[in-house]
């Protein structure tokens, strides 16, 4: 499978199966091409290329990205994690909205708790693989409608996701979100660029002990429950992942775009966020191009899901009644 990984931008055959003409024929040719045992590495834009995506944006992501409805309701809510988690860090509120909505959960491709052999390190460059992930698995499950919970860069997913298929979002939550995390002119994302470099550099020398030290400052509030799940999906993360993940992150800036948002957003910051200043979720409320609201939690840290699920609960519930 390494020399077909640049050539196979969602997962590898082996996971897939062949349902319709066009699925066996591309699945034949990827299979030709592996027994070959060649060298090839085909342009991106080449017919191999075109082959796989049309055969591997089956069902078969469903599978890969371990997608799962919950619930007996008539709407659908989409619950979909940040960086470092996967969706089991929604497990306390789950139970809370499984009896109103069909609640779709779904791993991103950078998650532990995905074999790491689907993550294509070409095509997840930027957040908008992470957008046709999240479309198709919508697709593939006929969603026509759903309000959408995004925490972390999820959040941002969710943005992009909506100025792309605006009909597909009733509401978008997003929680602990940015859309830039280095500061500029007249911006406080929250990092200077020296400190972004340490974040990445302790990243790449020592995984272990970054995680140690980033997961309590993370989770903020004094719940040693719930920094020890978090420290858990981060150590479940392969880390040349989660290195390329972060710096894809850090590394982008989705200002620009925040206008172009039509779909009602409303925006949970807690009292206090390592990562996210409340100034980012004012800067958001002002320039997405929807109607918008920010919801402070009284809690503190990044992940209010994981570390106060009850409270975060009962705001979700007000935020999509509204």
């Not at 609640?103 to 995905?114: E, P």
Request: hydrophobic share 40%; net charge neutral.
């Amino acid at each position: 499978m390494e020399k077909l990984r640049g050539i196979v931008p969602y997962y590898p055959i082996k996971k897939a199966k062949p349902t319709t003409p066009t699925h066996l024929v591309c699945y034949l040719l990827l299979k030709s091409v592996k027994r070959q045992n060649t060298n090839l590495k085909p342009h991106p834009s080449s017919l191999f290329q075109k082959l796989s995506v049309l055969y591997l944006m089956g069902n078969s992501i469903v599978e890969a990205l371990n997608v799962r409805v919950e619930g007996s309701g008539q709407k659908f809510l989409v619950l979909a994690h940040g960086f470092g988690t996967d969706q089991s860090v929604w497990k306390g509120i789950l139970p809370s909205f499984t009896p109103y909505y069909r609640v779709i959960l779904y791993d991103l491709v950078c998650a532990g708790s995905v074999n790491p052999d689907y993550f294509d390190f070409q095509r997840y460059t930027t957040l908008d693989s992470y957008v046709d992930d999240l479309l198709n698995i919508l697709d593939a499950l006929g969603v026509d409608r759903c309000a959408y919970v995004g925490h972390s860069v999820s959040a941002m997913i969710g943005i992009l996701a909506s100025i792309r298929r605006p009909e597909l979002f009733t509401k978008l939550i997003l929680v602990g979100a940015s859309p830039r995390f280095l500061n500029d002119v007249d911006y406080h994302g929250g990092f200077e660029l020296g400190e972004i470099e340490k974040v990445l550099y302790a990243m790449e020398i020592n995984y272990d002990s970054w995680v140690h030290g980033f997961a309590p400052l993370a989770v903020g509030a004094d719940v040693p429950d719930a920094v020890r799940e978090f420290s858990r999906t981060l150590f479940n993360m392969r880390p040349d992942i989660s290195l390329f993940v972060s710096r894809s992150i850090f590394n982008s800036d989705l200002r620009g775009v925040l206008g172009f948002v039509k779909v009602p957003c409303c925006i949970f910051q807690t009292m206090k966020d390592v990562s996210i200043p409340n100034s980012v979720a004012t800067y958001l409320r002002d320039h997405l191009g929807g109607h918008n609201t920010v919801e402070l939690l009284d809690t503190e840290g990044h992940l209010p899901h994981l570390s106060a699920p009850a409270l975060m609960a009962a705001k979700l519930h007000r935020a999509l009644s509204r």
